[in-house]
């Protein structure tokens, strides 16, 4: 039996349709590899939950690493600080490395060490005396203390690896959205300050995050807004049909044309649901060798599979919000268009657009719906409307059958004709 070279939730074996974005990042990271100096500001990638951006950044990540860069990652976690988690990254990095002569060793750990202390570690879980006075207000002015500290942990590793014959240092942020805004506004001075002597500092910080993120860098440092944002849209059929194809091809199993038509139809460009339709095509299916074809049979015995997934999925979400959050989705899913208006689900639920803005910024926030042109918004994953009309109705929604959204419900249901014009391509 073949191993499911799928992935929903996890990063793919294929990264297909993102070109675009990787010349961007390396054209972003050649400047630092060519002339030894600073790539620019902050480099962050925009977009809803499933759309692909850890996968993006992780092949950043692999690439910079094949191109002579050392690399961290870090995840930014709510309520909890990042930069303890950047230091010892940072650290760890060019220990694995291994680019310092042994006799150096010793003073960068204790230089490393000092610079850690500024952050609360080596704990990494309470924060330093200085730290937590400036943590009291809110409007608090970031800690010059470890504003400095960032700055040298930065210039010190960036100037190293480069002196020691590697390209620089490239730190990766994800889950951007979510940094505490001290932790968020000592980084972002740290960047601005280093930005005055580029030439000292061969390095790079790379972000990604939900659509609410240019106002959390903003709202931590005016200058955030200086930050490059590019929002990752979703896949265009040919990179969709690469992602389902891709795979299987490595192992020998073809996919029909039809059958990927069908597939694509349905994720809509959606990364994760490519992944979770593919994945569950393959479970049912269990091709066992080389040579074997997956058809539009095999997808649809997949379907319930893969409903199944999503609708676990769609529960939590729905689980998770408020009661308001409730009405603002249930009229968009009600309307049933692919875009709906501020004003349409203002008037459906009898208040001003004004009195909806917090809520429907905090779905906008958590990545469920999204801003879709002037005062429009949409659900950022198809088939939550139609998973959220079947909640509500208790039973499936039959009138919305061939509409290109992947129906959540239990019953078995048809694949629309691979032939119906309008689908395949994804709502942008
Ligand atoms: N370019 C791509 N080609 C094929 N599959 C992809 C691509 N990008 C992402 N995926 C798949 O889509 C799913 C979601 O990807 P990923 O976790 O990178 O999204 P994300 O934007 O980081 O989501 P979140 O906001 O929830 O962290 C994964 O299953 C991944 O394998
Ligand atoms: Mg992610």
Known sequence: MLPNPYAPGELPRVLAGREQQQDRIRGYLSRIGTYGEMGGPLLVFLGPRGVGKTSLLREAQRDAEAHGFITAWVACRRNAPFLPDLVSRVGKAIETADILPRGEKGSW??????I??????????????????????????PSGAQISAMEDLLHETSSQVRARGGAGLVVFVDELHAAARDDLAVLLNAMQNLAGRREDNPLAIIGAGLPS???????????????????????????????VAGPAAELGVTWTPAALQAIAAEAQGFPYLLQVLAHATWE???????????????????LPLADDQLTSMYAARWAAATELERQIMAVMARVGT???????????????????????????????????????????????????????????ADADQGTGQLATGRRRRELPPASDPGRGTPRR
């Open 338 to 396: 692919p875009t709906v208006t501020r004003a349409e689900i203002a008037e459906q639920l009898g208040r001003s657009t004004q009195a909806l803005g917090v809520p429907r910024e905090r779905l906008i926030d958590k990545g469920i719906i999204e801003p879709a042109g002037r005062g429009e918004v949409r659900f950022t994953m198809p088939g939550f409307d139609r998973y959220i009309r079947e909640t509500l109705a208790g039973e499936p």
């Open 116 to 141: 850690a202390l500024e952050f609360g570690l080596p704990s990494g879980v309470k924060v330093s005396a200085t730290a937590a006075a400036d943590r009291s207000g809110a409007d608090a002015p």
């Open 213 to 243: 993120t240019p106002g959390v860098l903003v709202n931590a440092a005016t200058f955030g807004e200086r930050s490059t944002f590019l929002t990752l849209p979703r896949l265009e059929p040919a990179a969709a049909a690469a992602a």
């Open 109 to 114: 750990k204790l230089r490393l060490e000092s």
């Open 284 to 302: 049912v299916a269990k091709p066992s060798g080389t040579g074997e074809v997956l058809d539009v049979g095999e997808v649809q015995a997949g």
